[in-house]
């Protein structure tokens, strides 16, 4: 790991408690919905439209990244984040799909 | 409501936040996945082996119960649970089936 790299789990530590807890939050789980629908994008994350700070939204990032939800890559002029499709699906079959469509039927 | 009675969402007012958060700690997902064994049973609280305080086993509770999850009847001689199964089956389809699952692969 070089200096600034983002730190983020191993697919084989992947668990279900911090993914949960991470998708517990609304913003969150608004961020997880749109990056699943071009799961091969990745995205600056300066590009989504959360009502909160900017600490938080950097805290959002954070928690995002350390349960294992998403890849996030300091690219210099900007941050930018991908979902963990493969990993995930693979790890906790259909998981985020059925959260995803309980946080659009909520 | 009369006395003693407990409090408990109704089916068009829960809400994925809540529960990903409930479910998202290993004891209650535990207790969720017993439950969901046998979705038709009613369990007395007292039968579930949590490695945890009184205090701790009676704020579980409450939480399954205000995220809606569990139905919970205070019958005098106990508390007994049951899954709120058909609700949560109807409001937010395959949600209980894919995070069970994910506990028991994480």
Chains 1, 2 share one sequence.
């Not at 799961?39 to 294992?68: I, M, N």
Request: with cysteine; net charge positive; glycine share 6%.
């Amino acid at each position: 790991m070089t200096a600034g790299e983002l730190v983020h789990p191993r697919a084989e530590e992947l668990q279900v408690g911090p993914i949960l807890l991470a998708l517990a939050d609304a913003n969150r789980r608004r961020v997880v919905a749109q990056l699943a629908e071009r799961p091969d994008e990745e995205r600056l994350c300066a590009s989504f439209d959360l009502p909160v700070a900017k600490s938080s939204r950097t805290r959002h990032w954070r928690v995002l990244r350390e349960a294992g939800l998403v890849y996030q890559r300091d690219a210099g002029n900007g941050l930018y984040i991908r979902l963990r499709k493969e990993d995930l699906d693979r790890r906790f079959p259909g998981l985020i799909q059925a959260v995803i469509a309980a946080g659009q039927a909520s």
